[in-house]
């Protein structure tokens, strides 16, 4: 049973900071690509991150780049993404997906397994 598993959404403030977690179960991610997808509410899902397994470089999206950092830790079989200086327009439903061929992009059609979401919402 191949699965991945986000957690660590929550309410937030402007300003403020979470860490998304993705644990996959049924596999071992240390050969995949991760990638961290999110869909606001009314808007397109949107890749946001990801994260190769042969060495480690990432990738971010133009909104978040300097404000997100994607890690992994391949002993927990986790992947993170820590999110700092969130804003409301960062509130959305983060997906996290795992990519088989190590590809290294966040392009939707590359990622075979999928979690449920855990919700962020960025709110006075």
């Known amino acids: 049973q191949v699965q991945l598993v986000e957690s660590g959404g929550g309410l937030v403030q402007p300003g403020g900071s979470l860490r998304l977690s993705c644990a996959a179960s049924g596999f071992t991610l240390d050969y995949y690509a991760i990638g961290w997808f999110r869909q606001a509410p009314g808007k397109e899902r949107e890749g946001v991150s990801c994260i190769s397994s042969s060495d480690g470089s990432t990738l971010y999206s133009h909104s978040v780049k300097g404000r997100f950092t994607i890690s992994r830790d391949n002993a927990k079989n986790t992947v993170y993404l820590q999110m700092n200086s969130l804003t409301p327009e960062d509130t959305a439903v983060y997906y996290c997906?795992?990519?088989?061929?190590?590809?290294?992009?966040?392009?939707?059609?590359?990622?075979?397994?999928w979690g449920q979401g855990t919700l962020v919402t960025v709110s006075s």
């Open positions: 997906a795992a990519d088989p061929y190590d590809r290294g992009s966040y392009e939707e059609r590359y990622f075979a397994v």
